[in-house]
């Protein structure tokens, strides 16, 4: 079962900033938050990773709350190929865990 | 990141007959392959984690001997569809663990669509 409560859709204005929020109220001190997204018709595409600091790449950022049990992941320009579904996933970062998705949220870039 | 393969990206083939998947992890070794099916308007839902030089291990209802996988080498899954049917008409994926130091991030294949008549 996913361990992650997601809102089902959101919309975003092009070249606003694009936030997706993260329940994982559950989560264990060994799991980390992981972020994919999948665009129609593709495999999913690694967005972005982080144990309880906030991280940033040439992608996204991710804000971790500090009792670790939200997260929200930043488009900081969305654009309309950043439309998708967006999966958060808990997960240990060792050894050959599988990843177990949920629903995800589908977000929609707006014109 | 790393980039994982996938051949052919769509097959459409008779009822009855086996289809073979390709999984391949292009720059880095994987021991570990994970092989996912997707149904339309659904989410990703795991059927096997391939172990190279062993065998696969399945998810509860998918039945091995219909979707037989070998992971020959540390950058090849292969997953045989056999005797498919129209009700396995799905869209099937791989992931492969890129170990980074203590770090491992899995990355997704393209996905292949399988159509049986």
């Known amino acids: 079962d996913a361990k992650t409560t997601q809102p089902t859709s959101m919309d975003c204005a092009e070249g606003r900033a694009a936030n997706l929020p993260c329940n994982h109220s559950t989560i264990s001190g060994n799991e980390y938050v992981y972020w994919y997204r999948q665009i129609h018709s593709q495999g999913p595409q690694y967005i972005i990773h982080?144990?309880?600091n906030n991280e940033t790449n040439e992608m996204a950022s991710l804000i971790i709350t500090e009792d670790r049990k939200s997260s929200t992941l930043i488009l900081p320009h969305a654009t309309l190929r950043d439309t998708a579904v967006y999966y958060c996933i808990v997960r240990p970062n060792f050894g050959n865990e599988k990843l177990t998705f949920g629903t995800g949220t589908r977000l929609t870039i707006i014109p | 990141g790393a980039v994982v393969s996938q051949h052919p990206s769509r097959v459409i083939c008779k009822s009855g007959t086996s289809v073979k998947i390709e999984c391949r992890s292009l720059d880095f070794q994987a021991t570990t392959m994970f092989w996912y099916r997707q149904f339309p308007k659904k989410s990703l839902m795991l059927m096997a984690t391939s172990n190279e030089g062993s065998k696969a291990t399945y998810e509860q209802g998918v039945e091995k001997d219909k979707f037989l996988i070998n992971h020959a080498s540390l950058t090849l899954s292969t997953l045989t569809v056999t005797s498919a049917h129209p009700e396995d008409s799905s869209f099937y994926i791989c992931?492969?663990?890129?170990?980074?130091?203590?770090?491992?991030?899995?990355?997704f294949g393209p996905g292949t669509r399988l159509l049986v008549l």
């Open positions: 992931s492969a663990g890129d170990r980074g130091g203590l770090e491992e991030t899995q990355y």
């Open positions: 982080g144990l309880k």
